[in-house]
């Protein structure tokens, strides 16, 4: 009756399995798809009509306004509120709560496959359109797009599924925080943007593409905070989550 | 409870007691009553109207933002008199831009509340047991989600017309200046209206979530705009690459204010584009009537 | 299979200022108890409780010794059967009960998927989607990933809402079988027939409050200060009123139908009373039948007083 006991690794697998399950539903996935794809149709026009300016800088702009802009944070909204939030929302979550697995290993199991999805899609979108902008003639901006798009398709997952850990209208308040915080707030009053996870994955794209694609975007905040506030909204994140699944209380039958 | 019947000993009967159920056989109002009662359904709940207090926040705080930028020019016009009006960026003619971004955030808002909740909690059945049919429900609840965007953005034009109304010294002729506007004003408001009614609720035909639906809405909206924007200030767009400007949500807008005031249009993918400015506005028709369509073959194929 | 031991000492739960679970103290051994009381009683709660999902307010929950809540351990010795309807849809029968196989650390767990399968025969329809299930099947699938790690305790939670009659019956069987191998069974229903049918012994809820436990027949023969109704068919129904309704132990007579209804105050009492009577006066009694000894009426009076 008593096995080993599941720790991460054991419980991990099948926890990460369910989840990956549970995102592949189809109309959500193909939204989802749609909207990746709107850069790259943005870069192929771009690339068939010909561009005004320097095709860096293009890349540069396409890539700030509409992939990470946009498509990012709409792409970690819709998996990283759905990872845990519909097993939340529908009670299903219950079956994962009576089993003596971690509550924080069903939190990582979440976050790792929601990131996984938005970051394929993501890094693919930006390489893609990327490419179809600069070519190889500037490694350094493909360089810095990619990992800026994984960097933001990591810190908006987590901060998205801890979020629907907290509160069932995670989708609304999510949206309100890339609308209204990073849309409207951190535009005007430039003291914000210290709190902006837009402007850590600019900033770190600025730092790879060196002077190709300047001049498009400015960095607000510098590298190293940018990295080390990074890191601190993962844990943060993570253990917040791990901590009010924790306390998840299933009270009525719902 | 009339008297029991009698029951011949050792047989086994049954029998119903007349309680006093009487069936309904008055008349019955027909199948133009029931749509009615729920585009008015549709209408009053748009604004929170027999919901409950926290469903009147949303619709009465974005409305009251929608219409704050005209209270501001009448009161400015009256504060600073006629010669200060050449500095007043706030007009009839141009209050589009003002407005647009937050209907489409009261759209998001209320759209999902008006198809979503059936689908959801499976009451179709009871609606198409009725008097209504699928059309007739399609059809309705878009004259009340058109209705309530038209009132919420009428509302800020009217002000702006009565500003003008009273400006002048002599009420006649403030009455020359106005009338001739009345026809424009109705015209757009219908037509952007009915564009975002039709989206909005096509959007809601397709998810039983009511944040996923707000969320597509806004999507929708603001990434294609976004997207148009980009492309047209940084690509050269000639012959039919040209046009992808029309796929601007906020430009088909701005085309039928310019095409119905006789104004510049001045959102970028029409100025670039160098498109006619009746190509918007008919695209925003076209739209507008095709949405319903859409949702009408949904709802075809729905099982209620 | 050794049952588990569910104890409840003075337990309470409150949200605020409701208060679901009141003072409420019970403790479970081998084979089937039934939870029975009217819907917000508070038996999902108590249910919740014991599986660990939920921290009593006062009082203590343990099973086997071990307090519930934030204890890995008692999830390992209790399974829940959830009221909730929802299930992982997109996975197969025998894909939802190995991940939860796999979650509770069961070792040769393809070996223990496929027993818990064939104790609830859903050996046939494992490898089609849940979304697929009828509601029975689904029902029995959440039995089997309750199952699967060989818990002592069993937990269901309104486990026959919604079955036709059939399904009903399996899963009475279902659950006597359960009970027979020896672990501890505790289900909730509102449904008196059902309660009556399965359990061994009965908790019944009012109000958040325990109104009495035990066999329900015993219950309501503890109730003896209010009158017992019989029903008896005799040969001269009105001679032996006229005899019987002189005596202190009746409480009153009423002819209906064909049939003498008698009120007794002493259960006891009365049926000695009633054979000398009879014999007495001559009369034959030919049925004699308790009239509200089901459930059904200890239950009216629970919740009517």
């Known amino acids: 009756m008593s096995g080993p006991v599941p720790g991460s690794p054991a419980a991990l697998g099948p926890l990460v399995g369910l989840t990956a399950g549970g995102l592949v539903g189809r109309r959500r996935s193909i939204g989802v798809v749609l909207l990746a794809a709107a850069p790259v149709l943005v870069a192929a026009v771009i690339a068939i009509g010909g561009g005004l300016g320097d095709s860096a800088t293009l890349a540069a702009d396409v890539f700030s306004t509409i992939t990470l802009g946009l498509v990012i944070p709409l792409a970690a909204l819709v998996f990283g509120t759905a990872a845990l939030g519909t097993a939340i929302e529908d009670g299903t979550i219950v079956y994962l709560l009576v089993k003596p697995v971690p509550r924080r290993t069903v939190v990582l199991a979440a976050m790792l496959v929601a990131t996984a999805a938005t970051a394929l899609l993501a890094v693919a979108a930006s390489l893609l359109a990327g490419l179809l902008l600069v070519g190889f003639t500037a490694p350094g901006l493909l360089a810095g797009m990619a990992v800026a798009a994984l960097l933001a398709s990591v810190l908006y997952v987590v901060v998205f599924v801890t979020l629907s850990i907290f509160t069932s209208r995670a989708l609304l308040v999510g949206l309100g925080y890339v609308l209204l915080w990073e849309g409207l707030v951190t535009t005007l009053l430039a003291g914000t943007r210290i709190l902006s996870i837009r402007e850590y994955a600019t900033s770190t794209m600025l730092a790879l593409a060196g002077t190709e694609g300047s001049g498009a975007a400015q960095a607000s905040v510098a590298l190293p905070e940018a990295l080390a506030l990074s890191l601190a909204v993962v844990a943060a994140a993570f253990l917040l989550g791990a901590w009010r699944l924790g306390r998840f209380e299933v009270g009525e039958a719902g | ?304 | 299979m050794t049952a588990g031991v569910v104890e409840l000492t003075d337990v309470s739960r409150w949200y605020g200022n409701v208060v679901a679970v009141n003072g409420v103290g019970f403790s479970l051994g081998a084979g089937v108890t039934g939870l029975l009381g009217p819907n917000g009683a508070g038996k999902s709660t108590l249910l919740h409780m014991i599986a660990g999902l939920l921290r009593p307010s006062a009082g203590t929950v343990t099973v086997d010794g071990r307090t519930t809540y934030g204890d890995p351990e008692v999830f390992r010795r209790v399974g829940l059967v959830p009221e909730r309807e929802a299930v992982f849809g997109y996975l197969t029968g025998r894909a939802f009960v190995r991940l939860n196989a796999d979650l509770q650390g069961v070792p040769a767990a393809t070996d223990a998927v496929e027993r818990a399968l064939a104790t609830v025969e859903l050996t046939g329809a494992a490898d089609r989607a849940l979304v697929t299930y009828s509601k029975g099947m689904r029902q029995r699938a959440k039995v089997a990933a309750a199952l699967v790690h060989d818990p002592g305790v069993l937990v269901l939670d309104e486990p026959f809402n919604g079955m036709d009659p059939r399904q009903r019956l399996h899963m009475m069987d279902l659950l006597r079988d359960l009970a027979r191998d020896g672990r501890t069974i505790l289900f909730s229903s509102h449904i008196l027939e059902e309660v009556e049918r399965v359990a061994e012994r009965v908790l019944v809820v009012v109000g958040g409050r325990l109104a009495a436990s035990g066999d329900f027949r015993e219950i309501r023969r503890l109730m003896t200060d209010r009158p017992h109704a019989f029903r008896l068919r005799t040969s001269d129904d009105r001679a032996l009123a006229a005899a019987i309704v002189a005596r202190p132990t009746v409480a009153g007579v009423a002819l209906e139908d064909d049939r003498l209804v008698v009120r007794a105050t002493d259960f006891a009492a009365f049926t000695g009373d009633l054979a000398g009577i009879a014999r007495a006066e001559g009369i034959s009694i030919f049925e004699l039948i308790p009239a509200d000894e089901s459930l059904e009426s200890v239950f009216a009076y629970l919740v009517r007083g």
């Open chain 2, 1 to 304: 409870m009339t008297t029991p019947p009698d029951l011949l000993a050792g047989s086994a009967t049954g029998s119903i007691y007349d309680l006093g159920y009487r069936r309904y056989d008055g008349p019955r109002l027909g199948r133009r009553h029931a749509v009615g009662a729920l585009f008015v359904h549709g209408l009053r709940g748009a604004f929170g109207l027999g919901r409950g207090g926290r469903a009147k926040i949303a619709p009465l705080v974005l409305g009251g933002l929608i219409a704050l930028p005209a209270v501001v020019s009448v009161g400015f016009g009256t504060l600073a008199g006629g010669a200060a009006e050449e500095f007043n960026p706030i007009t009839l003619e141009g209050y589009l831009p003002f407005a647009q971004t937050l209907l489409v955030f009261f759209v998001a808002a209320q759209a999902p509340e008006f198809l979503v909740r059936d689908r959801r909690y499976h009451v179709l059945t009871l609606y198409f047991s009725r008097a209504i049919e699928r059309a007739d429900y399609v059809l309705a609840k878009h004259l009340a989600l058109l209705a309530a965007v038209a009132l919420v953005f009428a509302l800020p034009q009217v002000i702006l017309l009565l500003g003008m109304l009273f400006a002048t010294p002599s009420l006649a002729d403030g009455l020359a200046e106005v009338v001739p506007l009345l026809g424009p004003v109705i015209g757009r408001t219908f037509v952007v209206s009915a564009l975002l009614a039709g989206v909005g609720l096509a959007a809601s035909a397709f998810t039983v979530r009511r944040a996923f639906a707000a969320g597509t809405i806004i999507a929708v909206f603001l990434v294609l705009s976004g997207v148009v924007t980009v492309l047209v200030n940084r690509v050269g767009l000639d012959g039919p690459l040209a046009l992808v400007a029309l796929a601007d949500p906020f430009a088909l807008m701005d085309g039928v204010s310019a095409l119905l005031f006789g104004v510049e249009p001045n959102m970028p993918a029409i100025l670039r584009s160098d498109l006619p400015v009746w190509l918007f506005a008919g695209a925003a028709v076209a739209i507008s009537l095709g949405c319903p369509i859409l949702v009408l073959l949904r709802y075809r194929r729905i099982s209620a």
